[in-house]
């Protein structure tokens, strides 16, 4: 008898194990997985779940993409694949959504004179550089900003983590959402602030202000669906901005050199085409076309890909560890910067009063608009 209810207790225990991994998402095919792929697979993978009519809609989105990344993967030549992520049955509504924080050049000083400008000292710079290699570690794990355009706030805050970790020693993670929720946003620059857009220097500018920033346990993050939700200024701080600095527009060698010489910058870029990226080195910003500097990340390397016999730039993004290559992109880098307009400044990334176009560099615009916080000790 002891026998059979052993039996049965390991019958019962491994239908329990099986069914756990049947619910529990596994996360992102590799590219080499997608020949049969379905979209019932997709919302297993991902953990998602709809009703009939959501399901037909959602299935007609999720197929459309698939046939264009296996296009785009057929092709012999590329420099990057394509793949599907926690997006790939997304609206194009949605999407924009989540580029809603639009970053844009300060063109005013601050209140309290916060901002300095970048001066080129000229140093030398190596030929490859990797803030994710650290250590002791600078960078926190990458995060989701979920169905919210708060990307400016993750990339700010990125940024205060990263600069106190160097300056200090200390790596804590912080509160996007404080960032995100009460930073004032009067000209409206970049949206009208929290989930519906901001600037990074703004973020700056208020965490100076209230006196610092807290940490993400005591203040965490709830925008993921799509709502601000609400400010709370009154939790313990733990870091304080002491002034930021701006690099000039478009000036790669700049960037560059602050990057080495200063740590890790938040940067706009036009990530219009970004939702399909699966990995490789991203070229798919067309410059015969209007650049969108629409989203706000934070640049942490670069290097040159010997398979590809290319330069890049590496960027951390805030679209979960799913995405690109464990939540992070490589865009091209070249010696001869390629520019473009945004012509529809004020469509996205424009302060109240700046002008309704822009000139941006670099692929996806990467050279156009940067910035890092400067951190009391």
């Not at 005013?108 to 300095?116: A, D, G, P, T, Y």
């Not at 140093?123 to 990458?142: I, N």
């Not at 990339?155 to 106190?164: I, L, P």
């Amino acid at each position: 008898m002891a026998r059979v209810q052993l039996f049965v207790v390991l019958v019962l225990f491994t239908a329990l194990i099986v069914s756990a991994r049947l619910t529990v998402r596994t996360g992102p095919p590799k590219p080499e997985e997608l020949e049969g792929y379905s979209f019932d697979r997709f919302l297993h993978d991902f953990g998602k779940k709809y009703d009939v009519v959501e399901y037909m809609r959602r299935k007609i989105i999720f197929e459309q993409t698939l046939a264009k990344v296996r296009a785009h993967n057929a092709n012999p030549k590329k420099l990057y694949v394509m793949g599907i992520n926690h997006m790939s049955d997304w609206t194009p509504e949605e999407f924009t959504r989540i580029n809603g924080a639009k970053p844009r050049m300060m063109r005013h000083v601050s209140r309290k004179n916060l901002q300095k400008k970048y001066r080129k000292s000229g140093q030398p710079t190596p030929k490859a550089l990797d803030y994710r290699t650290t250590f002791p570690a600078v960078l926190t794990a990458v995060k989701d900003q979920g169905g919210c355009g708060s990307c400016w706030a993750h990339s700010a805050t990125e940024s205060m983590e990263t600069h106190y970790a160097l300056q200090s020693g200390k790596l804590f993670v912080l509160s996007q959402q404080q960032v995100s929720a009460c930073t004032p946003n009067p000209r409206h620059c970049g949206g009208t602030g929290g989930c519906a857009g901001g600037v990074e220097s703004l973020a700056y500018q208020y965490v100076h202000d209230i006196g610092g920033l807290s940490q993400e346990w005591a203040n965490p993050y709830t925008g993921y669906y799509g709502q601000t939700g609400t400010c709370n200024n009154h939790t313990s701080k733990v870091v304080q901005v002491k002034n930021y600095v701006s690099l000039p527009q478009n000036d790669q060698d700049a960037l560059l050199e602050a990057l080495v010489h200063k740590g890790p910058i938040s940067v706009s870029v036009d990530a219009s085409n970004w939702a399909t990226y699966g990995g490789g080195v991203f070229n798919g910003c067309d410059y015969s076309q209007n650049i969108t500097i629409n989203h706000a990340v934070q640049l942490v390397g670069y290097g040159h890909d010997d398979k590809l016999n290319v330069d890049y730039w590496i960027v951390r993004n805030s679209w979960s560890p799913d995405w690109g290559e464990n939540g992070y992109i490589r865009l091209l880098r070249t010696e001869k910067v390629e520019c473009g307009w945004d012509v529809n400044a004020h469509d996205g990334s424009a302060c109240d009063g700046d002008p309704d176009t822009d000139w941006a560099c670099g692929m996806c615009g990467i050279l156009y608009g940067s910035t890092y916080p400067v951190m009391e000790a």
